[in-house]
């Protein structure tokens, strides 16, 4: 194992007694990659392995409360909230103080009449109020490529219109969490650039926000971007489509016959977040990895990482991103 994933280890587990005889959680990681280790276990347990503060990020998309089972899992809407508690006080112990925790979370509607939960709105205000998170920023995730569900309201009876924003909850453990949008910066959009090169004068807009002469300066790198998550091209709100199936990680599944996950998001989310909050050499944790997405994008920026997930052939063929064998 290389040193940036040794030193990480060897912080990692306090055996005990009480962790001795647990046959989910495995101080022997499934596989590790230059600058991460990914394991198989209930990460409630792998969680109260690590040491308070060791985790500078942590990003993830847990099973949301639908109203429908799934293959990979998830828990029913009236018991959601708690049970995401339950990871959520050990996720807040292992951050830094410094840290964010980022969580892409969808809604779903309520069984047989056509009205949308509120379970996720239930899960940040107790994240907040009763974990002790800080609601850094609401940001949101545009998926083009979401399914019109539920048919029967959306297709059928024609009463809905299609869903396609998905909540990115970005919390942190202190009100000042490491943050530095200058790592995200976008190319300047058309619009900008014209007015650099026709100029502004200084005004007052019904708003009240004051416009100044420098308003058209383009020398700061590039645009802020906005709380809805782009791509690397450079529109207004683009899409992040999530109907991938050219990529090594579904290649290799329908070749090697291993069941591609449900429930993947693209790099691109996760990438943006851990530009975003993190520095090379910090630490990002997935604890419901899937097929490691997270941790295939922190190895591309030289984050060190963890992933911890329950379902072993998916923790296996999450391998794949890294050229390994499920």
Not at 197 to 223: C, E, L, M, W, Y
Request: proline letters at 6%; charged letters at 25%.
């Amino acid at each position: 194992m290389n040193n940036l994933v040794e030193g990480l280890q060897a912080s990692l587990f306090a055996t005990s007694a009480e962790h001795s005889s647990s046959l989910l959680v495995r101080e022997i990681p499934a596989y590790t990659t230059p600058y991460g280790a990914a394991y198989l276990g209930d990460s409630r347990e792998f969680l109260a392995k690590l040491p308070e503060g060791s985790v500078n990020l942590i990003f993830t998309s847990p099973p949301y409360a639908l109203h429908f089972k799934k293959a990979y899992g998830n828990v029913d809407k009236a018991d959601y909230v708690e049970w995401f508690l339950s990871f959520a006080r050990e996720m807040f112990r292992v951050l830094a103080d410094d840290g964010s925790f980022v969580l892409n979370i969808g809604g779903s509607y309520n069984p047989k009449v056509p009205t949308r939960s509120l379970y996720h709105f239930k899960l940040l205000i107790r994240l907040v109020e009763d974990i002790g998170f800080h609601l850094a920023q609401e940001c949101f995730w545009y998926n083009p490529a979401k399914m019109p569900v539920p048919a029967e309201w959306v297709t059928v009876r024609r009463q809905r219109i299609r869903d396609s924003v998905e909540y990115v909850w970005w919390l942190s453990k202190s009100p000042f969490p490491k943050a530095d949008n200058r790592q995200v910066l976008r190319p300047y959009g058309k619009d900008m650039l014209r007015l650099a090169q026709r100029g502004v004068r200084s005004t007052v807009r019904p708003s009240g926000h004051a416009i100044r002469s420098s308003f058209d300066k383009i020398d700061n790198g590039g645009s802020i971007p906005p709380n809805v998550i782009e791509d690397e091209i450079p529109t207004d709100m683009l899409t992040l489509g999530n109907n991938s199936a050219n990529d090594i990680y579904t290649k290799r599944c329908k070749e090697s016959g291993i069941k591609i996950h449900p429930a993947r998001f693209p790099a691109a989310l996760p990438e943006f977040f851990v530009k975003l909050l993190t520095n090379e050499g910090d630490v990002v944790l997935d604890p419901f990895a899937g097929s490691n997405t997270t941790g295939s994008v922190a190895e591309q920026l030289e984050r060190r990482w963890l992933a911890v997930d329950l379902v072993e052939e998916y923790l296996l063929a999450s391998r794949f991103r890294f050229g390994g064998r499920g």
